[in-house]
């Protein structure tokens, strides 16, 4: 009995992390979708909020904004983020993710074998920035310094996926 309930423990356990994280595929037919509703619909059912949204203007794509694990404390923290932006015909142009390092050490440890293949690298101010491109899409790996929840500072990462 103790086992059946440290089993089930563990894949609620296991199934909690894995909602959070995106893979470069999944990332990539979000990027892909004709509307933005199927990617509301997807995000919604691994467990990811609403967060915000932005209409848009002639100038910027309208963007719609996801915590994964939102802080109850401080509503500016979540374990992840994510921001589909729509083109003018609802299509999502773009991807923006920020995950837990492991996940994105693993898409990035992903992309050669995805076809992908770094075009150009900068240092910015307080940034560090890859660009990587296949045939279809153009990332950009962007290393940063974050703040952490209760004052501290942390490496972090985050991806734009933009359809070429």
């Known amino acids: 009995m103790k086992t059946k309930i440290l089993t089930l423990l563990m894949l609620f356990i296991t199934f909690s992390a894995t909602a959070q994280t995106l893979t470069l595929a999944e990332l990539q037919n979000l990027c892909k979708l004709s509307n933005w509703q199927t990617g509301n619909d997807i995000l919604t059912r691994k ?33 992840g983020w994510a921001r589909l932006y729509i083109d003018d015909d609802g299509h999502v142009a773009r991807v923006y993710y920020n995950g837990p390092n492991a996940a994105m050490n693993t898409i990035k440890n992903s992309l050669t074998a995805n076809g992908y293949k770094r075009i150009n690298s900068e240092i910015d101010d307080g940034n560090i920035i890859t660009i990587y491109a296949n045939n279809s899409f153009e990332l950009k790996f962007t290393t940063f310094t974050s703040d952490t929840q209760f004052g501290g500072t942390k490496a972090s990462s985050s991806i734009i996926l933009s359809r070429k």
Do not use: R, T
């Open 47 to 79: 467990g990811w909020e609403f967060y915000g949204s932005d209409k848009g203007d002639a100038s910027h794509y309208a963007s719609i904004s996801f915590a994964y694990d939102i802080s109850d404390w401080n509503g500016d923290y979540a374990s």
